[in-house]
T-cell receptor, first 116, second 112 residues
């Protein structure tokens, strides 16, 4: 069964450093997403991406965050200057359509980011 | 805005017990409703869904019915197995956009 692959599974970074989280969505999917889950809290939407641009973003997704699909297969989330409160599990997802009612998202297994 | 509330966890059951995990939501219009499951070390997997009032989603013995009158989407299973041990998330998608709004998640542990 096709999978969404995220790397690395765990990343530790110093506060203030830039970090890039990587995702390989399912090859025929057109919509891509990032979510995060701070330990003990809800899974929160960050951003959706379609046709090489952001289609929707949450209030969490401020100027410190950016997304890119650099080569047609990878989908990345960059945090420019990490803060302690960015420590969380970050989930990538993809879907064939924007509204998932018919087809459903496929989520990756997540990258645990620890900012020290 | 949209919100989802799940029953507090964790939940611990014996094998073959009946499972209910409560989920209620707040949203305008008619959202689509989902249950996701996360097994240890894995991503979120879609378990079942319902897209309109009175729809029943079902999969792997789990069921949930979209109740508009009580704004609820409770997850049930008649006889749980040890392999059902996981975290279960209730979620909704509103009528505009494609973002999912999740509940807090409920950790289920099934003992043999």
């Amino acid at each position: 069964e096709p999978e969404v692959t995220q790397t690395p599974s765990h990343q530790v970074t110093q506060m203030g450093q830039e970090v890039i989280l990587r995702c390989v969505p399912i090859s025929n999917h057109l919509y891509f997403y990032w979510y995060r889950q701070i330990l003990g809290q809800k899974v929160e939407f960050l951003v959706s991406f379609y046709n090489n641009e952001i289609s929707e973003k949450s209030e969490i997704f401020d100027d410190q965050f950016s997304v890119e699909r650099p080569d047609g297969s990878n989908f990345t989330l960059k945090i420019r200057s990490t803060k302690l409160e960015d420590s969380a599990m970050y989930f990538c997802a993809s879907s064939e359509e924007g509204g998932q009612a018919l087809y459903g998202y496929t989520f990756g297994s997540g990258t645990r980011l620890t900012v020290v | 805005g949209n919100s989802v509330t799940q029953m507090e966890g964790p939940v611990t059951l014996s094998e073959e017990a009946f499972l209910t995990i409560n989920c209620t939501y707040t949203a305008t219009g008619y959202p689509s409703l989902f249950w996701y499951v996360q097994y240890p070390g894995e991503g979120l997997q879609l378990l079942l869904k319902a897209t309109k009032a009175d729809d029943k989603g079902s999969n792997k013995g789990f069921e949930a019915t979209y109740r508009k009158e009580t704004t609820s989407f409770h997850l049930e299973k008649g006889s749980v197995q040890v392999s059902d041990s996981a975290v279960y998330f209730c979620a909704l998608m509103g009528t505009s956009g494609s973002r999912l709004t999740f509940g807090e998640g409920t950790q289920l542990t099934v003992n043999p």
